[in-house]
């Protein structure tokens, strides 16, 4: 069972977004706000994923509160039993009547890919799997090695996406993980292939950041490169490389990538989901830990500073809008892609129901 897209909708509803991490769901109902939809997740016997409407259409419960059956989730109300494609199949207190016609939940169409839960908000007939941005699957690669994490920011989701799209902020939030000489005084270049932005930075001859010496034990001067590419609405590959000073006119090798997805809960709060990956050192562990130890402090801090950003807009009273700067570029660029997506699905769905 499917709704259709609101012409009024905040968010794109025709695109993937990701809805948890893999190790995330079992067998037992799990709960997530999605796009301001309430979403329960679970796992049929077969380990494939469900994703449903966490709303039992009874009387309103979130079925998130009830249980896993075999294959289908009960009601923790009333007991009425929903399969993974929506359908009811019991109602307890009336199975001597036949099950109205109609009477289920929305389903939405999911894909697990890379360690992660993707799921489709739109309509279920334009899912197409392509739209997942093809270097997710970096994480599970042979040859790379990934660690996984999940911030919870109580900030719109775009504001994210112009954090990791101007790295200019390093040297200033990320102090003692991070930063590093040199940002401030290397332009960033900006590209728009399409839908695509990509954002990047070389940085020549420079001291190594705390990062740099902790994962590759630089301790003189390095050439270090920032990239980041946008796919709509809400994925942004990082690559970061370094290498000694003068090894190479051009990146090799990157010492890792982060993979990062800024899934909304709400017009104002957002499911941030973020994996780094290397191509070195894969037996590690002492690494990986280290690895996911500064990426987590160092979005920590990126957090604080949105959420306290996202007060301030909220209690702006004067209309002010945002200023841009030129580290700004990509970010600007990434929301003109996002807007002009959601005019073209507002318009197909006004068309569509014109008809």
Known sequence: MANSASANSPF????????????EIGDKPFARMICNEPVLLFRRTDGSVVALEDRCPHRMAPLSLGEVVGDEIQCGY???????????????????????RGFGVR??????????????????????PALIPEWVGRNTADGWKAVYGYHHVKGHYQLVIDNLLDLSHITYTHKTTLAGPGI???????????????????????DPAPIHRAIKGFTT???????????????ILV???????????????????VINSATPETDNTTHYFWSVTRPFALDNEELSKRFKEITTLAFDEDAAVIEA??????????????VNFR?????????????????????????????
């Not at 695509?196 to 070389?202: A, D, K, L, N």
């Not at 001067?221 to 994925?235: C, G, H, N, T, V």
């Not at 996202?310 to 209309?319: A, L, M, N």
Request: contains cysteine; proline residues 4%.
């Open 78 to 100: 009333h007991g009425a039993k929903f399969r993974g494609d929506g359908a009811c199949t019991l109602i307890p207190s009336q199975k001597d009547l036949p099950i109205p």
């Open 12 to 23: 794109l509803r025709n695109q993937w977004y990701t809805a948890a991490t893999s190790e």
């Open 107 to 128: 389903s939405y169409p999911v894909i697990e890919q890379a360690a992660l839960i993707f799921i489709w908000m739109g309509d279920v007939a334009k899912a197409d």
């Open 309 to 322: 950003q996202q007060q301030r807009i909220e209690t702006e009273r004067t209309g002010a809008a945002l």
């Open 239 to 257: 690559t970061l490389g370094a290498e000694l000073a003068g090894t190479h006119e051009n990146l090799q090798q990157p010492t890792h990538l």
């Open 221 to 235: 001067k390095i050439d270090r490169w920032q990239l980041s590419e946008f796919r709509a609405p809400i994925y």
């Open 327 to 355: 580290g700004d570029r990509g970010g600007v660029a990434a929301r003109r892609v996002v807007s002009k997506k959601l005019q073209d699905e507002a318009a197909a769905v006004n068309a569509v129901a014109a008809e």
């Open 184 to 206: 401030d005084e290397t332009p960033m270049a900006v590209e728009q292939e399409g839908d695509v932005v990509r954002t990047s930075r070389v940085i020549r001859n420079v």
